[in-house]
Protein backbone atom coordinates (compact mmCIF):
# COMPACT_ATOMS: atom_id res chain seq x y z
CA UNK A 1 0.00 0.00 0.00
CA UNK A 2 1.27 3.45 -0.85
CA UNK A 3 -0.03 7.02 0.14
CA UNK A 4 0.00 9.64 -2.25
CA UNK A 5 -0.07 13.14 -1.21
CA UNK A 6 -0.52 16.33 -3.36
CA UNK A 7 1.12 19.85 -2.47
CA UNK A 8 -0.07 23.25 -2.82
CA UNK A 9 -3.63 22.17 -4.04
CA UNK A 10 -5.26 24.90 -2.55
CA UNK A 11 -3.84 28.29 -3.53
CA UNK A 12 -4.39 30.03 -0.65
CA UNK A 13 -2.57 27.72 1.42
CA UNK A 14 0.33 27.65 -1.28
CA UNK A 15 0.15 31.74 -0.77
CA UNK A 16 0.99 31.09 3.01
CA UNK A 17 4.09 29.30 2.80
CA UNK A 18 5.43 31.86 0.51
CA UNK A 19 5.17 28.71 -2.67
CA UNK A 20 4.26 29.63 -6.41
CA UNK A 21 1.14 28.21 -6.80
CA UNK A 22 1.78 25.38 -9.42
CA UNK A 23 0.85 24.34 -12.82
CA UNK A 24 0.37 20.88 -12.35
CA UNK A 25 0.38 19.12 -9.32
CA UNK A 26 3.29 18.62 -6.68
CA UNK A 27 3.29 15.06 -5.79
CA UNK A 28 5.01 13.26 -3.00
CA UNK A 29 4.69 10.16 -1.02
CA UNK A 30 4.54 8.63 2.10
CA UNK A 31 5.64 5.31 3.60
CA UNK A 32 3.20 2.68 5.02
CA UNK A 33 4.21 2.76 8.37
CA UNK A 34 3.43 6.67 8.65
CA UNK A 35 -0.74 5.71 9.03
CA UNK A 36 -2.02 6.41 12.16
CA UNK A 37 -5.63 5.62 12.83
CA UNK A 38 -5.91 7.96 15.80
CA UNK A 39 -6.82 5.33 18.26
CA UNK A 40 -3.92 6.07 20.44
CA UNK A 41 -2.18 9.77 20.83
CA UNK A 42 0.57 11.07 18.22
CA UNK A 43 3.90 11.33 19.88
CA UNK A 44 5.87 14.84 18.71
CA UNK A 45 8.85 13.12 17.49
CA UNK A 46 12.10 14.15 19.22
CA UNK A 47 14.09 15.28 16.03
CA UNK A 48 11.63 18.22 15.74
CA UNK A 49 10.33 21.13 17.58
CA UNK A 50 7.90 22.41 14.95
CA UNK A 51 5.30 19.61 13.87
CA UNK A 52 1.90 20.98 11.91
CA UNK A 53 -1.26 20.21 11.37
CA UNK A 54 -2.53 19.90 7.23
CA UNK A 55 -6.11 18.53 7.48
CA UNK A 56 -6.89 17.23 3.96
CA UNK A 57 -9.64 15.22 2.08
CA UNK A 58 -8.50 11.53 1.88
CA UNK A 59 -9.57 8.95 -0.84
CA UNK A 60 -9.33 5.47 -0.60
CA UNK A 61 -8.57 3.53 -3.78
CA UNK A 62 -10.37 0.99 -4.33
CA UNK A 63 -9.79 -0.55 -7.59
CA UNK A 64 -6.38 -1.55 -9.78
CA UNK A 65 -5.88 1.02 -12.89
CA UNK A 66 -3.02 2.76 -14.43
CA UNK A 67 -3.54 5.77 -16.93
CA UNK A 68 -7.20 6.94 -15.74
CA UNK A 69 -8.67 9.32 -17.39
CA UNK A 70 -10.60 11.52 -14.98
CA UNK A 71 -14.25 11.03 -16.22
CA UNK A 72 -13.54 7.32 -15.00
CA UNK A 73 -11.78 8.15 -11.85
CA UNK A 74 -14.39 8.36 -9.43
CA UNK A 75 -15.39 4.26 -10.10
CA UNK A 76 -11.69 3.80 -8.18
CA UNK A 77 -12.60 5.09 -4.92
CA UNK A 78 -15.89 4.66 -3.02
CA UNK A 79 -14.76 6.14 0.44
CA UNK A 80 -13.22 9.26 1.77
CA UNK A 81 -12.44 10.71 4.91
CA UNK A 82 -10.77 13.87 6.67
CA UNK A 83 -7.04 12.89 7.16
CA UNK A 84 -4.10 15.49 8.16
CA UNK A 85 -0.53 15.40 6.79
CA UNK A 86 1.66 15.79 9.81
CA UNK A 87 4.83 17.85 8.48
CA UNK A 88 7.66 18.77 10.46
CA UNK A 89 7.63 21.99 9.13
CA UNK A 90 11.26 23.14 10.32
CA UNK A 91 13.14 19.98 8.85
CA UNK A 92 10.92 20.49 5.80
CA UNK A 93 12.11 24.17 5.50
CA UNK A 94 15.96 22.93 6.17
CA UNK A 95 15.42 19.95 2.93
CA UNK A 96 13.73 22.69 0.28
CA UNK A 97 16.28 25.05 1.59
CA UNK A 98 19.31 22.54 0.32
CA UNK A 99 17.02 21.18 -2.85
CA UNK A 100 16.76 17.99 -1.32
CA UNK A 101 13.70 15.33 -0.81
CA UNK A 102 11.23 15.81 1.71
CA UNK A 103 10.55 12.40 3.15
CA UNK A 104 12.12 12.77 6.76
CA UNK A 105 9.80 15.82 7.18
CA UNK A 106 6.59 14.25 5.50
CA UNK A 107 6.61 10.53 6.39
CA UNK A 108 7.59 9.59 9.44
CA UNK A 109 5.81 7.22 11.64
CA UNK A 110 2.34 8.76 12.58
CA UNK A 111 2.48 11.66 9.79
CA UNK A 112 -0.62 9.80 7.78
CA UNK A 113 -4.19 10.48 10.29
CA UNK A 114 -6.37 9.13 8.81
CA UNK A 115 -10.46 9.90 10.10
CA UNK A 116 -13.40 7.28 9.86
CA UNK A 117 -13.92 6.33 6.29
CA UNK A 118 -17.45 7.57 4.83
CA UNK A 119 -18.77 6.40 1.33
CA UNK A 120 -18.68 8.35 -1.63
CA UNK A 121 -22.38 7.85 -2.80
CA UNK A 122 -23.70 9.47 0.13
CA UNK A 123 -21.26 12.88 -0.65
CA UNK A 124 -20.87 15.93 -3.23
CA UNK A 125 -17.18 15.17 -3.34
CA UNK A 126 -16.94 18.59 -5.83
CA UNK A 127 -18.22 20.62 -3.17
CA UNK A 128 -17.46 19.01 0.28
CA UNK A 129 -16.65 21.38 3.10
CA UNK A 130 -14.58 19.95 6.25
CA UNK A 131 -12.98 21.44 9.33
CA UNK A 132 -10.33 21.16 11.30
CA UNK A 133 -10.25 22.60 15.11
CA UNK A 134 -8.22 22.63 17.73
CA UNK A 135 -8.58 22.40 21.64
CA UNK A 136 -12.11 23.46 20.17
CA UNK A 137 -11.24 26.45 18.14
CA UNK A 138 -11.91 26.51 14.24
CA UNK A 139 -8.19 26.67 12.65
CA UNK A 140 -8.66 25.58 8.78
CA UNK A 141 -11.80 25.32 6.62
CA UNK A 142 -11.98 23.94 2.80
CA UNK A 143 -14.42 22.99 -0.33
CA UNK A 144 -12.85 20.33 -2.42
CA UNK A 145 -14.67 23.41 -4.89
CA UNK A 146 -11.43 25.15 -4.11
CA UNK A 147 -8.92 22.88 -5.15
CA UNK A 148 -6.66 23.64 -8.13
CA UNK A 149 -6.82 19.87 -9.59
CA UNK A 150 -9.92 18.25 -8.66
CA UNK A 151 -10.38 14.46 -7.23
CA UNK A 152 -10.43 13.08 -10.57
CA UNK A 153 -7.75 15.42 -12.45
CA UNK A 154 -5.77 14.16 -9.17
CA UNK A 155 -6.83 10.43 -10.03
CA UNK A 156 -5.76 10.78 -13.57
CA UNK A 157 -2.36 12.51 -13.11
CA UNK A 158 -1.12 10.39 -10.37
CA UNK A 159 -2.00 7.30 -12.36
CA UNK A 160 0.12 8.30 -15.49
CA UNK A 161 3.25 7.56 -13.19
CA UNK A 162 2.08 5.60 -10.46
CA UNK A 163 -0.33 2.23 -11.09
CA UNK A 164 -2.54 2.93 -8.24
CA UNK A 165 -3.51 -0.23 -6.18
CA UNK A 166 -6.66 -1.42 -3.66
CA UNK A 167 -5.89 0.27 -0.62
CA UNK A 168 -3.90 2.77 -1.72
CA UNK A 169 -4.79 6.64 0.23
CA UNK A 170 -4.54 10.19 -1.65
CA UNK A 171 -4.18 12.93 0.58
CA UNK A 172 -5.61 16.06 -1.55
CA UNK A 173 -3.50 18.75 -0.33
CA UNK A 174 -4.64 21.49 2.92
CA UNK A 175 -6.26 24.58 2.83
CA UNK A 176 -4.99 27.73 4.79
CA UNK A 177 -4.29 27.90 8.08
CA UNK A 178 -2.06 25.42 8.73
CA UNK A 179 -0.39 25.45 12.41
CA UNK A 180 1.61 23.59 15.00
CA UNK A 181 0.59 21.36 17.42
CA UNK A 182 1.96 21.26 21.04
CA UNK A 183 1.87 18.36 23.72
CA UNK A 184 -1.68 18.15 24.91
CA UNK A 185 -3.51 19.71 21.79
CA UNK A 186 -6.70 17.91 20.76
CA UNK A 187 -7.66 18.30 16.94
CA UNK A 188 -10.74 17.31 15.92
CA UNK A 189 -11.49 17.25 12.24
CA UNK A 190 -14.93 17.20 10.47
CA UNK A 191 -16.52 16.56 6.84
CA UNK A 192 -19.99 18.53 6.21
CA UNK A 193 -20.57 19.00 10.19
CA UNK A 194 -19.97 15.34 10.65
CA UNK A 195 -17.29 14.81 13.33
CA UNK A 196 -14.38 11.82 11.62
CA UNK A 197 -11.60 12.34 13.31
CA UNK A 198 -10.32 13.09 16.91
CA UNK A 199 -6.46 12.67 18.19
CA UNK A 200 -4.78 14.09 21.29
CA UNK A 201 -1.07 15.66 20.76
CA UNK A 202 1.75 13.97 23.07
ZN1 LIG B 1 -0.33 18.22 2.82
Not at 44 to 58: F, Q, R
Request: some cysteine; glycine content about 8%.
Amino acid sequence: MKIICIGRNYADHAKELGNEVPTEPVIFMKPDSAVFRQRDAFYIPDWTNDVHYEAEIVVRINRLGKKIEAKFASKYYAEFTVGIDFTARDVQQKLKSKGLPWEKAKGFDQSAVLGDFLPVSAYDLDNLSFELHKNGELVQQGNTKLMLNSIPQIVEHCSQYFTLKIGDLIFTGTPAGVGPVAVGDELQGYVQGKKVLHVKIR
